[in-house]
């Protein structure tokens, strides 16, 4: 059987099912994810235990089966989990010592796919630059050693009481007042968080797509692409809902409305998350990727943190935090991460920290955000399609050379700040993409900038 290389992206697995993943590529995953652990962990001739989960996609029952014979035959002692969001997955692996966990999903994508992701003890994940490449090279290389352990052993887990216990320590529940809450799962792993976490709050709720279903019945599960918001927002303009809060398929992201309908830029939410950790712990350190609004840095400036920069992707946000000890973490993309909970991401601890950020200021979400819309303005996320990879490069060296009378960095792409505007290039880490994210101190600087810089990259 041929394995495309390609499955193996940057921070996970992730590919059509069954064409590129399919259950004998799951098998070999297993296999090859044990013998990393027991090559990079230091567990040797003793077992590894590794904790699995799975989303609601139909090929996940299958695969997550398939991989756990792999990983068995290799050596492992296994605790399936069953259905649970990926943020359960990091909470039982670090809450119960685990060697290692992984969840079958494919996050965001369209049912079509699947995918995994891999974490190893105290949920650090598993990234291309660590572990990735080497469980790739072994599968696609047919080269996983032979199994030196008796066949692991098998058993079932339940963390979803504990794992809502967990989060809802982040916030007082007391202080919340009864704010009417449109709620939309996505038909994923939310519908089985969300409801004993909100019933446990004062909030009035209205629930969308909260039964679990892999064929996406009403809409994909990707808040961030607008017409999949299009019945949040509805609803949550036709019931005058203080706020809306849409999920991912695997809940481990969370984005918000406010009460007129409108998208909250994932900038705007890391720099109101930031205010709530520094209001709770003045002083900290705050991670941020080098995508963001200047809203970020200038609030956590105005609470006495410290702001800090960082390369974007999870692997690279959550190492930064250990080694700064950062409370916490941000992306513009909608992962939100808390030393508190283990340096990982989570998709509910947000929510309820706007919600008690509103409660604790008397004010609605939209009056939050209302000094961050008037001071900075932002392009969000703009992608060009470039010919090949190889001209990746060309273009970002066109950009360092147009605008080096900037104060300009290189730890993701090219960035370059000038005193009313920013921006970052970088390149996709998949597909020959740049991405462009830029900031002007008015609309019509941003416009105007955004264009000049977009005529570059498309030249």
């Known amino acids: 059987?041929?394995?495309?290389?390609?499955?193996?992206?940057?921070?996970?697995?992730?590919?059509?099912?069954?064409?590129?993943?399919?259950?004998?590529?799951?098998?070999?995953?297993?296999?090859?994810?044990?013998?990393?652990?027991?090559?990079?962990?230091?567990?040797?001739?003793?077992?590894?235990?590794?904790?699995?989960?799975?989303?609601?996609?139909?090929?996940?029952?299958?695969?997550?089966?398939?991989?756990?014979?792999?990983?068995?035959?290799?050596?492992?002692?296994?605790?399936?989990?069953?259905?649970?969001?990926?943020?359960?997955?990091?909470?039982?692996?670090?809450?119960?010592?685990?060697?290692?966990?992984?969840?079958?999903?494919?996050?965001?994508?369209?049912?079509?796919?699947?995918?995994?992701?891999?974490?190893?003890?105290?949920?650090?994940?598993?990234?291309?630059?660590?572990?990735i490449g080497d469980i790739r090279d072994m599968v696609v290389g047919g080269s996983i050693p032979s199994p030196t352990l008796p066949q692991g052993t098998y058993g079932k887990g339940e963390m979803l009481d504990a794992y809502v216990d967990c989060v809802m320590g982040f916030i007082d529940p007391s202080v919340i007042r009864p704010f009417k809450v449109v709620l939309d799962a996505g038909s994923g792993m939310a519908g089985l968080v969300a409801p004993p976490l909100f019933d446990r709050l004062a909030c009035r709720t209205t629930r969308l797509c909260f039964d679990i279903d892999g064929t996406f019945p009403n809409h994909e599960a990707n808040p961030l692409i607008e017409e999949n918001r299009r019945d949040i927002v509805e609803r949550v303009v036709a019931e005058k809902a203080d706020i809306g809060i849409a999920w991912d398929g695997d809940a481990d992201r969370c984005f918000f409305i406010d009460g007129a309908g409108e998208f909250i830029a994932g900038d705007f939410v890391t720099a109101l998350l930031a205010e709530a950790a520094l209001m709770k712990s003045g002083g900290e350190k705050i991670v941020y990727d080098v995508r963001a609004s200047y809203a970020v840095k200038d609030t956590v400036a105005a609470y006495g943190g410290t702001a800090l920069m960082n390369r974007v992707g999870h692997a690279?946000?959550?190492?930064?935090?250990?080694?700064?000890?950062?409370?916490?973490?941000?992306?513009?993309?909608?992962?939100?991460?808390?030393?508190?909970?283990?340096?990982?991401?989570?998709?509910?601890?947000?929510?309820?920290?706007?919600?008690?950020?509103?409660?604790?200021?008397?004010?609605?979400?939209?009056?939050?955000?209302?000094?961050?819309?008037?001071?900075?303005?932002?392009?969000?996320?703009?992608?060009?399609?470039?010919?090949?990879?190889?001209?990746?490069?060309?273009?970002?060296?066109?950009?360092?050379?147009?605008?080096?009378?900037?104060?300009t960095y290189t730890i993701d792409g090219f960035s370059a700040e000038f005193p009313d505007w920013h921006f970052n290039v970088r390149a996709s880490n998949t597909e020959p993409l740049l991405r462009l994210n830029l900031e002007g101190l008015t609309p019509e600087i941003m416009e105007a900038r955004r264009d000049e810089v977009l005529a570059i990259i498309r030249a």
Not at 20 to 33: H, M
């Open 1 to 131: 059987m041929i394995i495309l290389p390609s499955i193996f992206k940057a921070y996970d697995v992730r590919a059509l099912y069954p064409s590129e993943l399919n259950e004998d590529a799951a098998y070999l995953i297993g296999r090859a994810y044990v013998a990393y652990l027991q090559a990079s962990s230091g567990t040797g001739p003793t077992a590894p235990r590794v904790a699995v989960s799975r989303d609601m996609r139909l090929s996940s029952p299958s695969l997550a089966k398939s991989f756990i014979t792999g990983a068995r035959e290799q050596g492992a002692n296994i605790v399936d989990f069953g259905l649970a969001g990926t943020d359960m997955l990091y909470f039982a692996v670090a809450r119960e010592d685990f060697d290692g966990g992984v969840q079958i999903t494919a996050s965001h994508n369209p049912k079509q796919y699947n995918g995994m992701k891999m974490v190893r003890r105290d949920a650090v994940p598993l990234s291309g630059d660590a572990g």
């Open 316 to 407: 690279f946000i959550k190492r930064r935090m250990r080694d700064e000890d950062a409370v916490f973490g941000g992306e513009v993309t909608g992962h939100y991460y808390f030393r508190d909970f283990y340096y990982a991401d989570n998709g509910f601890i947000p929510a309820l920290l706007i919600l008690e950020l509103m409660s604790r200021k008397g004010k609605t979400l939209a009056e939050l955000l209302a000094p961050l819309r008037a001071k900075y303005f932002i392009s969000g996320e703009i992608n060009t399609t470039v010919a090949s990879m190889d001209l990746i490069d060309g273009r970002l060296q066109a950009l360092a050379e147009r605008y080096a009378d900037g104060k």
